[in-house]
């Protein structure tokens, strides 16, 4: 990059903290600041997550497979 732009930032995927500079392309984008409420923030939303595509298993395959 140069000195006017030295390139995209990345930010905590919960409170929106600048946490630094992107290295690569493959940076986690669910990364969090550090702070316990952003961990908690973040597991809870993977937990969801989870549980959302488990129940649209068993809908699919009607409660039983």
């Known amino acids: ?7 995209k930032t990345r930010h905590c995927w919960n409170c929106g ?13 669910t990364d969090v600041c550090g702070k316990i409420e952003c961990h ?7 937990a969801a997550e989870r ?6 298993v068993d809908d ?3 409660g039983s497979w």
């Open 60 to 62: 699919y395959y009607g």
């Open 1 to 7: 990059m140069n000195a006017t732009h030295p390139g």
């Open 17 to 29: 903290a600048d946490m630094g500079f992107i290295e690569n392309r493959y940076y986690d984008r």
């Open 51 to 56: 549980q959302d595509a488990h129940d649209a």
């Open 40 to 46: 908690r923030a973040q597991g809870d939303a993977f």
